[in-house]
């Protein structure tokens, strides 16, 4: 027996676009029928990647079927699921109502670069990518975060995965966590090349979005002193500090490599007070390392 919450409405708002440069076009689709593997999704917040923006500029370099529904920074609330949906990809019971947040790259775990080489996901013969890859046209158009509502079928696309989000964790934070697993797989990244190791110092290149979760994620891993480099100071910066940067060095004033920091946090020969001047010290500086989760 499905298990559902509430009314079920006729339409379902999703938006899409025919191409670079195209202007959103607003469609309705029907309530999708739900099957055993299946879930509906309602969505509670979907970010904006820098991928996105670079697709709706044509900036990207590899065929997409358009038109499509884009958003793959996703947290929702499962609203309808089949009798066989029961669990998330970590074997924690899913029911109606519970918080998920769905990866937007899911490699099938069957051809021979998912069994072979299980760390490179990104060679996958076929994965599933939701806000990406799966066209408008694909029954039942639910493929991505921009809309109200999307799809998940664990028969119809087995690579797909679902992870249940705390209870009282809100939705906008729900759809930070893709963003921040791309930090936490840059720093193992690291880890495994030999190029950080519990207690090092580590400079983030960029004060975004992506920049902040990495100045989170770096101190979660164990850094030691974690310095912020971008622009603006307002709020970016300020951001970065908050989220714990010991110190941050602002592109717009410190112009001249001599006058940037080092990993170390030590200054360029050159510097002198200038660059002590010009980097902004976070209040809590100086305070040990993380604890090694």
Request: a positive charge.
């Given at each position: 027996?499905?298990?559902?919450?509430?009314?079920?409405?006729?339409?379902?708002?999703?938006?899409?676009?025919?191409?670079?440069?195209?202007?959103?076009?607003?469609?309705?689709?029907?309530?999708?029928?739900?099957p055993k593997k299946a879930a509906l999704i309602q969505i509670g917040a979907c970010g904006v990647c820098g991928t996105d923006l670079h697709i709706l500029k044509g900036h990207w370099p590899k065929p997409l079927p358009w038109p499509?529904?884009?958003?793959?920074?996703?947290?929702?609330?499962?609203?309808?699921?089949?009798?066989?949906?029961?669990?998330?990809?970590?074997?924690?019971?899913?029911?109606?109502?519970?918080?998920?947040?769905?990866?937007?790259?899911?490699?099938?775990?069957?051809?021979?670069?998912?069994?072979?080489?299980?760390?490179?996901?990104?060679?996958?013969?076929?994965?599933?990518?939701?806000?990406?890859?799966?066209?408008?046209?694909?029954?039942?158009?639910?493929?991505?975060?921009?809309?109200?509502?999307?799809?998940?079928?664990?028969?119809?696309?087995?690579?797909?995965?679902?992870?249940?989000l705390p209870d009282d964790m809100p939705l906008r934070l729900g759809a930070l966590s893709e963003p921040l697993t791309s930090c936490i797989r840059a720093l193992n990244r690291a880890v495994r090349?030999?190029?950080?190791?519990?207690?090092?110092?580590?400079?983030?290149?960029?004060?975004?979005?992506?920049?902040?979760?990495?100045?989170?994620?770096?101190?979660?891993?164990?850094?030691?002193?974690?310095?912020?480099?971008?622009?603006?100071?307002?709020?970016?910066?300020?951001?970065?500090?908050?989220?714990?940067?010991?110190?941050?060095?602002?592109?717009?004033?410190?112009?001249?490599?001599?006058?940037?920091?080092?990993?170390?946090?030590?200054?360029?020969?050159?510097?002198?007070?200038?660059?002590?001047?010009?980097?902004?010290?976070?209040?809590?500086?100086?305070?040990?390392?993380?604890?090694?989760?």
């Amino acid at each position: 027996m499905k298990r559902e919450r509430g009314m079920r409405r006729n339409k379902i708002r999703v938006a899409t676009f025919a191409g670079p440069g195209a202007e959103p076009e607003i469609r309705s689709v029907p309530w999708p029928d739900i099957p055993k593997k299946a879930a509906l999704i309602q969505i509670g917040a979907c970010g904006v990647c820098g991928t996105d923006l670079h697709i709706l500029k044509g900036h990207w370099p590899k065929p997409l079927p358009w038109p499509f529904t884009l958003g793959h920074e996703l947290g929702g609330v499962i609203v309808e699921a089949g009798p066989e949906f029961t669990e998330d990809f970590m074997g924690r019971p899913l029911t109606v109502g519970a918080k998920v947040m769905i990866p937007p790259l899911m490699p099938c775990g069957r051809c021979y670069y998912c069994l072979h080489y299980p760390e490179t996901a990104n060679k996958c013969l076929s994965p599933v990518y939701y806000g990406r890859y799966l066209g408008f046209d694909k029954a039942p158009h639910l493929w991505g975060g921009w809309a109200e509502y999307v799809y998940v079928d664990l028969d119809m696309l087995p690579g797909t995965k679902i992870y249940k989000l705390p209870d009282d964790m809100p939705l906008r934070l729900g759809a930070l966590s893709e963003p921040l697993t791309s930090c936490i797989r840059a720093l193992n990244r690291a880890v495994r090349a030999g190029g950080f190791k519990w207690g090092d110092s580590v400079v983030i290149q960029g004060s975004g979005p992506i920049g902040i979760l990495a100045v989170a994620a770096a101190q979660e891993m164990g850094a030691g002193r974690v310095i912020c480099v971008g622009a603006p100071e307002t709020p970016r910066l300020k951001l970065a500090r908050k989220f714990g940067a010991e110190a941050t060095v602002n592109i717009e004033e410190v112009t001249t490599p001599e006058a940037r920091p080092r990993p170390d946090g030590t200054r360029g020969p050159r510097a002198g007070e200038r660059a002590g001047e010009k980097a902004k010290r976070s209040p809590s500086a100086g305070r040990p390392p993380a604890a090694n989760p």
